[in-house]
């Protein structure tokens, strides 16, 4: 089946650091990713959506540049944290989503997440 | 906007039935969809209903969709300590970016 790859799984940084976190699609090609932040016991926010070749849609209430999103080729989108605090850290998950649109096969595919604390 | 609540909690024990419940207010919903998610895991979906239908068996898990209340269910037939996580629904949005709305989350605990 289709297979997300997120990057790292977990990242511990210092305050005023900036994070890099990648997101692959290993067996298809992602024309859509999806960035989702999932705070303690809660459920997810979605962050942002890219397409591939264009400037990301963020959600009301994101700052789009705190949170940098790239997403440059069919099978990588990035997500950078600048000027990382900790009220920042948290639960982020990448989605992705192939060529077919056919939303009764798995809309989505997720990786794994990354745990991201900053002191 | 689009909302779906959940309740927060719920605890079995092992061999029996489980229900999770789950309410919507989007009408032009078109899937609805059951995600599991395990500690420090990303989501795995589980299954999926279509909105014309009422319901759909796979296996150990049955969905029930009623469409005029807007309400959604799973029950997950002879729950294993393996099927503790935590469930999301999620509507799908046919319109716009296409997007999914994720429901709050449910806590299954199973009791051996």
């Known amino acids: 089946g289709a297979v997300v790859s997120q990057h790292p799984s977990r990242v511990i940084c210092k305050s005023g650091t900036s994070v890099k976190i990648e997101c692959r699609s290993l067996?298809?090609?992602?024309?859509?990713m999806f960035w989702y932040r999932q705070f303690p016991k809660q459920s997810l926010m979605l962050m942002a959506t890219?397409?591939?070749?264009?400037?990301?849609?963020?959600e009301q209430g994101v700052e789009k540049d705190k949170f940098l999103i790239n997403h440059a080729s069919l099978t990588l989108s990035t997500l950078t944290v600048t000027s990382a605090h900790p009220e920042d850290s948290s639960f982020y998950i990448c989605?992705?989503?192939?060529?077919?649109?056919?939303?009764?096969?798995?809309?989505?595919?997720f990786g794994n997440g990354t745990r991201l604390t900053v002191t | 906007g689009e909302d779906v609540e959940q309740s927060l909690f719920l605890s079995v024990r092992e061999g029996d039935s489980s229900v999770i419940n789950c309410t919507y207010t989007?009408?032009?919903?078109?899937?609805l969809y059951w995600y599991k998610q395990e500690p420090g895991a990303g989501l795995q979906l589980l299954t999926y209903?279509?909105?014309?239908?009422d319901m759909k068996q796979d296996q150990r898990l049955t969905v029930l969709l009623n469409k005029k209340d807007k309400h959604l269910s799973l029950r997950i037939a002879d729950t294993q300590t393996g099927d503790s996580a935590i469930y999301f629904c999620a509507e799908y949005d046919n319109g716009g970016y296409q997007k999914v709305t994720f429901g709050t989350g449910t806590k299954l605990q199973v009791i051996p």
């Open positions: 067996d298809f090609q992602a024309t859509t």
């Open positions: 989007d009408s032009s919903s078109t899937y």
């Open positions: 890219s397409n591939e070749g264009s400037k990301a849609t963020y």
């Open positions: 209903i279509f909105s014309n239908m």
């Open positions: 989605s992705a989503r192939g060529r077919d649109r056919r939303p009764y096969n798995s809309p989505l595919h």
